[in-house]
């Protein structure tokens, strides 16, 4: 059976600083993420065992099934999300990323603030995204609530900013607006543009 694995990051801890200290992204990859990792492979296991046993009850697997997707997605999230940051990362993308946002989302800085609203406004824990909606072929902004999925509508996310507590809270205690502020500074354009191109073609 295949396992989930936590990816490396491609740089090292210290590497973000100062916009996200060494301690807290090492706690978020290694500690977090981690986690996450091995709670989609223990929740996979679980439902193998019970399917195996032919134990499959409607309350058994429901709750199952629910823990096995908030720790995928949650893996999703998070990988996408170290990919998405980079040391060398801000400013603003150009190329078919840069003409689709200003198509879909007023430009740039329309984008900028929508993303950085969702993202500190979004209740409780969660993630402010920039994804690609294949159904209208258009860039959207969404929040996602803890890890789940919005599946409604099929998006693909494309940068994602972790509004979770433990992204920020040792460094920029409850002011989720300053730390989206430095995670501004360093998007991967690269990467998201990257991301766009497989998706929609570009």
Not at 65 to 88: C, M, R, Y
Request: charged share 20%; net charge negative; proline share 5%.
């Amino acid at each position: 059976m295949g396992t989930y694995a936590l990816p490396d990051l491609p740089y090292d801890y210290s590497a973000l600083a100062p916009a996200i200290t060494p301690e807290i992204l090492e706690l978020h990859h290694a500690k977090h993420h981690a986690a996450y990792v091995k709670g989609a492979n223990d929740t996979l296991e679980q439902i193998a065992e019970i399917r195996d046993q032919d134990q499959i009850t409607p309350t058994g697997l429901v709750g199952l099934e629910k823990t096995f997707a908030f720790n995928v997605s949650g893996h999703v999230l998070h990988s996408i999300f170290w990919q998405n940051l980079s040391p060398d990362g801000g400013d603003r993308p150009g190329g078919t990323l840069g003409a689709a946002i200003d198509e879909h989302l007023g430009g740039f800085e329309a984008f900028k603030k929508q993303l950085t609203v969702a993202t500190t406004s979004v209740q409780g824990s969660g993630w402010g995204v920039l994804a690609w909606e294949p159904l209208g072929k258009r860039l959207i902004v969404e929040q996602v609530y803890d890890h789940h999925g919005n599946v409604g509508h099929g998006s693909t996310p494309l940068l994602v900013f972790d509004a979770w507590e433990h992204a920020y809270y040792l460094q920029y205690k409850n002011v989720r607006p300053d730390y989206v502020t430095k995670l501004w500074d360093l998007v991967n354009w690269e990467d998201v543009a990257a991301r766009y191109a497989a998706v929609a073609g570009a």
